[in-house]
């Protein structure tokens, strides 16, 4: 395992990095584009833009809060490019993702996660993100702040309305 504290960015090597982050970047891509295919396309954008730049990483962040930014930039471009394509609304376009999810074969989650996904994708986006960050990446704020470049205030007051909006949707009110 890769000691994330320790890291010399010279010493990196990308099959470490893949090795030690697919799977963590891999759910955190699904949760924002839904789609198990979409998700591994994004992945593999996200690798090869790590794998272009890794001699940039100059270990002034903490290297998975880099590759986390690369992930999430690769998420939210592939939604606009395929809000592009398909000239619908990110609404519709979740809407429609959403729709599909149950019939998803590497979907295996319950009518409780697929409420609760529904309820996540009625977020504004930066809501959605500070969300899924928290909730399911177990990050702290101060790593998201620095991967998407806000306050931690600003993220507090972003997840906290995500988690009323969410239970509101989820409980009916």
């Known amino acids: 395992m890769l000691s994330i504290k320790t890291i010399n960015p010279v010493s990196i090597k990308f099959e470490d990095l893949v090795s030690e982050y697919k799977e963590r970047l891999y759910w955190h891509i699904r949760r924002m584009v839904i789609s ?5 396309d994004v992945l593999q954008n996200t690798f090869i833009k790590v794998f272009k730049n890794l001699n940039t990483f100059n270990g002034d962040s903490q290297i998975y809060t ?4 690369i992930a999430t930039n690769e998420s939210l471009t592939f939604i606009k490019k395929r809000q592009r394509t398909t000239h619908l ?3 519709d376009l979740q809407d429609n993702l959403i729709a599909n999810l149950s019939s998803d074969p590497y979907f295996n989650g319950d009518d409780a996660q697929l409420k609760l ?3 996540i994708n ?7 993100q500070v969300f899924i960050m928290k909730y399911y990446d177990e990050l702290q704020y101060n ?16 997840y906290h309305h995500a988690v009323k909006k969410i239970t509101d949707h989820v409980t009916g009110n």
């Open 36 to 40: 198990h295919e979409d998700a591994d």
């Open 66 to 69: 880099w590759l986390y930014r």
């Open 89 to 91: 609304s990110n609404e």
């Open 117 to 119: 996904q529904e309820a």
């Open 122 to 128: 009625t977020l504004p986006a930066k809501q959605k």
């Open 143 to 158: 790593e998201i702040s620095e991967i998407l470049g806000t306050s931690e205030g600003a993220l507090k007051a972003n």
